[in-house]
């Protein structure tokens, strides 16, 4: 197979990809399908102007004409290893699948506070997704406690709750994201970007098998996790 055979392969496996997470059928411009991708795929987003040069390059190496593609120009070495390249990250993302799922501990509401304490000291996390019958309650987190603590000695009441009462405290500024266990690495770092750029703190992107909060979790990805998910970037 010869290089302008590669780079055209390469081209119209990327274009198909781009056309099913774009969710179109119809036909529309090359151009159009990776901005539109664009705004929801980070590593389309990261290589959008190389696309779009490769796009002007598959019009160079085939001349259309009578309805039929006529190959004039053949493609150097490194331009069809780079577009091979960019097709297997755009078409074969990393799963999250591989990297995140573990056993993921919970508390319930009604579980003491100094019991959930010692459950986060022994398993040394700052973070418990808290279940109950019907699904997500909430995150408990050592920044909710000591903001329930504060509360307490401020109103005089004793050091002495339920995981509840953590989940109550006027400040709730805590945002859990689910995601399925099929998604991708490129899907997870969008939903932690997009959500910066709203201004929205992201606590942890909790994994259960089809992303639904009345799942229990497979998973979980916090902000310590981050430079994990970036260094797997595609």
Same mark, same amino acid.
């Given at each position: ?36 991708? #664009?705004?929801?795929?980070?590593? %389309?987003?990261? @290589?959008?102007? *190389? =696309? ?8 160079? /190496? ?10 004039? #120009?053949?493609?150097?070495?490194? %331009?069809?290893? @780079?577009?091979? *390249? =960019? ?8 799963? /999250? ?138």
């Amino acid at each position: 197979m010869d290089n302008a055979q590669r780079f055209l392969n390469a081209f119209v496996r990327i274009e198909k990809q781009l056309k099913q997470l774009a969710g179109v059928t119809k036909y529309t411009r090359f151009y159009q399908l990776v901005n539109q991708v #664009a705004k929801t795929n980070s590593t %389309v987003r990261k @290589n959008e102007l *190389e =696309l779009q040069e490769y796009a002007d390059l598959r019009n160079a /190496i085939v001349h259309q004409r009578s309805g039929e593609g006529r190959v004039i #120009a053949i493609p150097v070495d490194e %331009v069809v290893d @780079n577009i091979e *390249e =960019l097709a297997r990250r755009i078409c074969e993302p990393p799963k /999250i699948s591989d990297h995140f799922l573990k056993p993921v501990m919970i508390c319930d509401p009604q579980m003491e506070i100094m019991e959930a304490c010692r459950m986060m000291e022994r398993l040394k996390t700052s973070k418990l997704p808290v279940y109950a019958q019907g699904g997500y309650h909430g995150l408990l987190t050592t920044e909710r406690i000591v903001r329930w603590m504060m509360e307490c000695q401020e109103n005089r009441r004793p050091l002495k709750g339920r995981v509840s009462d953590c989940l109550n405290t006027r400040d709730r500024k805590e945002r859990v994201l689910f995601v399925e266990r099929s998604a991708d690495v490129a899907r997870v770092q969008e939903m932690f970007e997009s959500s910066l750029h709203r201004g929205i703190s992201v606590s942890a992107i909790l994994i259960t098998e089809n992303g639904s909060p009345h799942q229990k979790p497979i998973g979980i990805i916090t902000v310590a996790d981050l430079p994990m998910l970036y260094e797997l970037e595609p």
